[in-house]
């Protein structure tokens, strides 16, 4: 069995064959699925998903570009969505300079607001980045400093040096289907040496749709083309990445084990 450790279920793309998608993946051996969140409007959505499907978890968080339409979220909002006990994830959040969608003093604030509510619930966080390391790896050390918290790195594309610091700092790494691009040299280079116990796999769909489905809308049956290139790059049959990469996702996410 595969898990994919971040899709977006609730997106244009997926939504309006929703069913049709979970059952494809289904088929493909994708036998759990975290469905997550971008903004507020869409928790309900994200969190009614998961509620109706039992091998379907959700998350709640404010993505980066959407910080300064969130720019007073508190605490207590993430908090009280993080009752519901589909909900086992706080995100997706983090920074990205790359579009600067969002002010980036207030990426900054609604990050570690996020990481206040999974050091306070023990819920991890799920942490987009994207030509941000510098800032991203200065706030998870000053946060952690505080007290720590579970995390991960979903689509992981950072550099070596980025994806070894956040290994120090206890956190797990997710790879899309990034991974196998051709032009994906240095992801493969870290993704043949992440720790066994820190790795997941993920489609981020509806985006990032892996070789051979490359153009194509991105679903989360795809999970399961990720997880056989990541093998072959490590040295190890499908089934065992598929075996560790499961065990991983219920030992960070334990609500969900639970």
């Known amino acids: 069995m595969l898990i994919d450790s971040h899709c977006h279920l609730e997106y244009e793309g997926l939504v309006e064959d929703q069913q049709a998608v979970l059952d494809r993946a289904r ?9 997550i969140s971008t903004r507020q409007r869409e928790w309900d959505k994200v969190v009614g998903t998961a ?8 998350s709640v968080g404010i993505h980066p570009h959407e910080a300064d339409q969130h720019a007073d979220l508190g605490e207590g909002a993430l908090l009280e969505a993080t009752a519901h006990p589909k909900v086992i994830g706080i995100g997706e959040t983090g920074l990205d300079y790359y579009y600067d969608k969002s002010d980036r003093a207030v990426q900054q604030a609604l990050f570690r607001t996020h990481i206040a509510v999974s050091r306070q619930t023990g819920l991890p966080l799920i942490i987009h980045t994207r030509d941000a390391e510098e800032d991203t790896a200065r706030i998870l050390t000053e946060e952690m400093e505080k ?15 980025f994806g070894r610091t956040m290994l120090d700092l206890g956190l797990t790494i997710s790879l899309s289907g990034i991974v196998t691009f051709k032009n994906a040299a240095d992801v493969q280079a870290v993704a043949a040496e992440i720790p066994e116990d820190r790795l997941l796999v993920e489609t981020d769909s509806p985006f990032l749709a892996p070789v051979p489905h490359r153009g194509r809308k991105c679903e989360p049956a795809f999970t399961a083309d990720t997880a056989r290139f990541v093998a072959g790059l490590r040295g190890v049959t ?4 598929a075996d560790v990469t499961t065990r991983n996702f219920f030992a960070l996410f334990r609500k969900a084990a639970a």
Request: aromatic fraction near 12%; glycine fraction near 14%; hydrophobic fraction near 50%.
């Open 27 to 35: 088929e493909a051996g994708i036998g759990g699925f975290l469905n």
């Open 51 to 58: 509620a109706r499907e039992a091998d379907v978890w959700a």
């Open 147 to 161: 007290g720590a918290f579970p995390a991960l790195i979903h689509c992981f594309t950072a550099s070596a040096g």
């Open 238 to 241: 499908p089934e065992h990445l």
